[in-house]
């Protein structure tokens, strides 16, 4: 079966950095990949998914996250984080054939001014 | 734009009661899916389903029921609801292995 960890639950960044949030998946297959963010009192959006091709996928407000399959990462990263940016981020795997999706426990982000 | 809608978004309910949370979606996806989340838990899957008429059980559910009598309504239901029924519940609809659309949430506190 499929899993996901993500080995940091809270961030902390100022503002104007860099930003990676990490994450390590369990899966013997070729798997889908993804990033969710979940706003105060909001349920989980879409950021960037992968499913095969290029390994650097580009999502939205310029995430972007590299899957790099000889070490079962999907980190995602963003050149300069915004205060706006402060969320969970939840990253989640699938197998392509079931139905499904495994997250991880999430990541505070917390983008300090 | 897929669109989940929950209801109610806020629920108080007594230990013992019946409490049911609705889940409505405009997408067509044959998938949907009730979690719980609680801090330090991350997202947990309680039931699911493929289509009308199938629910199937997830990684918690014990204590909970489901129901979906169409493509478009899954519910979630607590027969006898506890305190620690106590969380916030979200519904979510989509396809095999792909993108899940998640509803604005349900906030349920049993006392």
């Known amino acids: 079966a499929q899993s996901v960890t993500q080995p940091d639950a809270r961030v902390t960044v100022s503002e104007g950095a860099s930003l990676q949030l990490r994450c390590k998946y369990s899966?013997?297959?070729?798997?889908?990949l993804f990033w969710y963010v979940q706003y105060p009192r909001q349920g989980l959006q879409l950021l960037l998914k992968?499913?095969?091709?290029?390994?650097v996928v580009q999502g939205v407000n310029g995430f972007e996250a590299e899957f790099i399959k000889s070490n079962s990462s999907f980190h995602l990263r963003k050149a300069s984080v915004h205060w706006s940016d402060s969320a969970v981020y939840f990253c989640a795997v699938s197998a392509n054939s079931n139905n499904r999706i495994f997250f991880g426990d999430g990541t505070q982000l917390v983008v300090k001014p | 734009e897929a669109a989940v809608t929950q209801s109610p978004r806020n629920k108080v309910a007594v230990t013992g009661g019946k409490v049911t949370l609705s889940c409505n979606q405009t997408?067509?996806?044959?998938?949907m899916y009730w979690y719980r989340q609680d801090t330090g838990h991350g997202l947990r899957l309680i039931h699911y389903s493929y289509g009308a008429g199938s629910t199937e059980k997830g990684d918690i559910p014990d204590g909970y029921k489901a129901s979906r009598p169409s493509q478009e309504n899954f519910s979630l239901i607590l027969e006898l609801a506890t305190p620690s029924q106590t969380s916030v519940y979200f519904c979510?609809?989509?396809?095999?292995?792909?993108?899940?659309?998640f509803g604005a949430g349900t906030r349920l506190s049993v006392l």
């Open positions: 997408n067509n996806h044959n998938n």
């Open positions: 899966y013997s297959g070729t798997p889908y």
């Open positions: 992968y499913y095969s091709g290029d390994p």
């Open positions: 979510a609809s989509g396809d095999s292995g792909d993108t899940l659309y």
